[in-house]
């Protein structure tokens, strides 16, 4: 029963970092209708950023994570501006949209592994006593990186549905063309989505750098997020988060009662399972899934 | 001799799967960053055929290539199903080929076989000589040619085009849409049979994420719905950088920039919607006509 306690706490602490990238794969693809391939590469980008201003410069841990989300949120919208704006502007296929995502990803992994060296590092941050829960041992980090995520999905959920700006980012999600003849802006919107994914990335990279390690293809990570935001439905934010904690879940206890071997082969069979009897997702609606 | 006939073997090798990934990516619309793993599959089921069956290595690898093909299905019949214009599709191929990197990584042993795990299964060499390669190259240029030709490969292009107006004609969109993903894959798992019988053995250090992104750049570059685009490219991301030594890093790097300029000035690539035929022969012949009868009529 400890044993299960203890890969239920480690796979939710798992999950809530693959819903912090799910749900940015979902808001670019609720309005764009495209799969964000470099946004793997905005994670590590953050995280390396985190860790260069630590190691380096010495920064204390907050104002690291701050100039890395700052850092990020430039590059991800300066990638919108370059790369995705003048397909959108003529209206080139989704197939063209995405070519450019997986150049923009392959650009920025390469220059890391160029500039930082491709070594697997450790996160600079002490290392602190777990707290103990009965006999279920609780890592602080995870405990803060479980806080952190769900603080800032909720900070987001508030943005999108408390706020005139949420109000214009759903209009476009639902048609956007409309929303424009509607008075509102595109580009602003199109800043704000890609800033907010820049935010989401960095958080979520600077977690996963603490628990694991920093190096340029951890962003390699984001395939579960993927697969979770797939199997809850596409393009939809709370069935983002539900297909994160699920996945992140039960892939822990796979790796834990069987073998670490398989954990990858579960996902993606899981993901096989889940869209031959849910063909839209778990939580997906049939036809126009959005906000 | 022997370095010309690598750049060779290995170009060919390359211009197969990437012909394969044309018809799926460039011809049906379909993105895909995982024919790594198709290529994988194939290759190891051929090689395993061949070292510990005896089986003929053309057989072998006809075999390997159907294998990856009907491993392609079941990918393809669930993601397709839905409606969700493709996405699912390449998250799915994406997901699949790391899959099987990391399982061939990490078993050494597949009931009584023993594959080698990380170390990669050695299998005998000598049989991908230049000619094996320059006769499969040819089939598979020759087909490919005759199915993006074919009304199944119309089928294709509307679909690429619109799926829904493709639909609305009568186009069965689930059916074509899997006929393209199995023909892909199958240049994909001949592929992979090939390169193992060049190395003399098979590795999954060769199907990485890396190989997925060649296939890819081949046929951006080399142009969207062309054949004969992807060939030339295809031929040359393997051959220039082993003449020119550029670093394998500054390699990836100047792809994926190409990637972006590409797409933002001139998406259909170098050859773009151009196909390989002999009209050019005609016309210049007819060019030459013309311009003898004017000069003729010039002295009259």
């Known amino acids: 029963m400890d044993l299960f306690l203890q890969q239920l706490v480690s796979g939710i602490s798992i999950g809530a970092i693959y819903a912090l990238l799910a749900v940015g794969y979902a808001l670019v693809y609720s309005i764009y209708n495209f799969t964000n391939w470099a946004f793997d590469a905005f994670m590590a980008f953050g995280a390396i950023m985190a860790f260069i201003a630590i190691a380096s410069l010495a920064m204390p841990f907050w104002l690291a994570a701050i100039l890395a989300i700052v850092l990020t949120i430039i590059l991800a919208v300066g990638t919108e501006k370059l790369a995705y704006k003048p397909l959108r502007m003529r209206k080139a296929p989704r197939l063209f949209m995405m070519i450019s995502a997986m150049g923009v990803n392959l650009t920025i992994v390469q220059t890391m592994n160029k500039f930082f060296g491709g070594t697997f590092r450790k996160f600079p941050v002490d290392s602190v006593q777990p707290i103990f829960i009965g006999n279920v041992s609780v890592g602080r980090m995870d405990l803060l990186a479980g806080a952190i995520s769900f603080g800032v999905l909720a900070l987001l959920w508030v943005f999108l549905y408390r706020s005139k700006w949420g109000l214009a980012i759903r209009a476009s999600s639902i048609d956007i063309q409309t929303a424009s003849l509607m008075g509102i802006n595109n580009d602003a919107v199109a800043v704000i989505i890609f800033g907010l994914t820049g935010v989401l990335s960095t958080v979520a990279g600077v977690f996963y750098g603490i628990k694991y390690a920093v190096f340029p293809m951890m962003g390699t990570i984001t395939i579960k997020a993927m697969i979770a935001s797939i199997i809850g439905g596409l393009g939809n934010l709370p069935a983002a988060i539900v297909g994160s904690m699920l996945l992140g879940v039960l892939e822990t206890l796979v790796a834990g009662y069987i073998s670490s071997t398989y954990r990858d082969l579960f996902s993606f069979l899981f993901l096989i399972v889940i869209l031959l009897f849910f063909p839209n997702g778990l939580m997906g609606k049939s036809g126009d899934e959005k906000l | 001799m022997g370095y010309i006939n690598t750049i060779l073997i290995l170009g060919g090798i390359n211009v197969i799967a990437a012909l394969g990934v044309s018809i799926l990516t460039g011809y049906t619309g379909l ?270």
């Open chain 2, 31 to 300: 993105f895909t960053i995982g024919h790594a793993g198709f290529m994988a599959l194939g290759g190891y089921l051929s090689a395993v055929l061949i070292k510990e069956y005896e089986v003929h290595f053309v057989l072998a690898l006809i075999i390997g290539g159907l294998f990856a093909g009907v491993a392609s299905l079941i990918i393809g019949y669930p993601s397709f199903r839905s409606r969700l214009r493709g996405d699912y599709f390449a998250i799915a191929t994406l997901g699949f080929s790391e899959a099987i990197r990391l399982l061939l990584n990490n078993m050494k042993q597949v009931g009584p076989l023993n594959i080698g795990g990380s170390f990669g299964y050695s299998i005998p060499s000598g049989m991908a000589t230049v000619p094996v390669v320059v006769v499969a190259l040819l089939l598979a240029m020759l087909f490919a040619h005759m199915f993006v030709t074919s009304q199944h490969g119309k089928n294709c292009i509307a679909i690429a085009q619109d799926e829904v107006a493709a639909e609305m004609m009568g186009v069965n969109l689930l059916r074509t849409k899997l006929i393209a993903l199995f023909i892909s894959a199958f240049y994909a798992g001949v592929a992979g049979g090939l390169m193992g019988l060049f190395f003399a053995y098979q590795s999954p250090s060769f199907y990485s994420i890396t190989q997925s992104s060649n296939l890819l750049a081949a046929v951006v570059f080399g142009g969207i719905q062309s054949l004969i685009g992807p060939f030339i490219t295809a031929f040359v991301l393997v051959a220039a950088p082993q003449l020119l030594l550029v670093m394998e890093e500054w390699r990836l790097i100047a792809y994926g920039f190409l990637f972006v300029l590409i797409m933002v000035f001139r998406p259909q690539g170098l050859l773009g919607y151009v196909e390989m035929n002999f009209n050019f022969v005609k016309a210049g012949w007819n060019k030459l006509v013309a311009r003898k009868s004017i000069s003729r009529k010039a002295v009259h």
